[in-house]
């Protein structure tokens, strides 16, 4: 499996970007998705997850509201939009794939830790200035 992020950028606070990663997988598996991000000095964070149907969806509490996560299968592609960026969301972001849950787990049992996911893409550096 390989997952390549894209989308990453400096913008202001209150700005908005749309992170992309592809998705490669063998044999068409159906994996929930995740993405994380990760600031100087802080453990992995939790962003958001999507099921495979794009019907279940999660977000971290300092993103609701504000970003949303997508898929679209002709792409073999999940996005993340984000808007109305903070100072605070400046992080390296990361896209991971769950190889383990069912394509279509409900929301409440997506996984919302890095222990969750299987396979990581190389992340991409969203920088907001104040």
């Known amino acids: 499996v390989q997952l390549q992020a894209s989308g990453g950028g400096l913008v202001q606070a209150g700005g908005s970007l749309r992170l992309s990663c592809v998705v490669s997988?063998?044999?068409?598996?159906?994996?929930?998705m995740g993405w994380f991000r990760q600031a100087p000095g802080k453990d992995r964070e939790f962003v958001s997850s999507i099921s495979w149907s794009g019907a279940s969806t999660q977000y971290g509490e300092p993103v609701r509201g504000r970003f949303t996560i997508s898929r679209d299968h002709a792409k073999n592609t999940v996005y993340l939009q984000m808007n109305r960026l903070e100072y605070d969301d400046t992080a390296v972001y990361y896209c991971?794939?769950?190889?383990?849950?069912?394509?279509?787990?409900?929301?409440?049992?997506?996984?919302?830790?890095?222990?969750?996911?299987?396979?990581w893409g190389q992340g991409t550096q969203v920088t907001v200035s104040s």
């Open positions: 991971a794939a769950d190889s383990l849950s069912p394509p279509n787990t409900p929301a409440q049992d997506l996984g919302v830790t890095p222990g969750d996911y299987h396979y």
């Open positions: 997988a063998p044999n068409r598996k159906r994996y929930p």
